[in-house]
Nanobody, 123 residues
């Protein structure tokens, strides 16, 4: 049973930085494709960033240049470094995992999801 768990959310001010972490437990012998998605109040969940098993990283245009996704293979974990945060980054952030090379921005590509962590950016 594969489980995904996020951590690191919180309340910050606009312009601040925040680092989210996501760990995969269970079958950790596999290097998963990992993705970050977010859902703002009253909006649909949207793609934020993803990393393939081989290390290629993808970003949504809205976060490109501000967010950095990285992998700690030894710990079966990924991180999302969020810099120059804006109020519109306020959302619940979800981490997801999938096996193999997948369409990184599609929710349906990921069978394993975390419960989400709240990020609130105040003005």
């Amino acid at each position: 049973q594969v489980q995904v768990m996020e951590s690191g959310g919180g309340l910050v001010q606009a312009g601040d930085s925040l680092r989210l972490s996501c760990a995969v437990s269970g079958r950790t012998s596999i290097t998963y494709a990992m993705g970050w998605f977010r859902q703002a109040p009253g909006k649909d969940r949207e793609f934020v960033a993803a990393i393939w098993p081989a290390g290629k990283v993808f970003y949504a245009d809205s976060v490109k240049g501000r967010f950095i996704m990285s992998r700690d293979a030894a710990k079966a974990a990924v991180a999302l470094q969020m810099n120059v945060l804006k109020t519109e980054d306020t959302a619940v952030y979800y981490c997801a995992a999938a096996r193999g090379v997948i369409s990184p921005a599609l929710e349906s590509s990921y069978p394993y999801w975390g419960q989400g962590t709240h990020v609130t950016v105040s003005s």
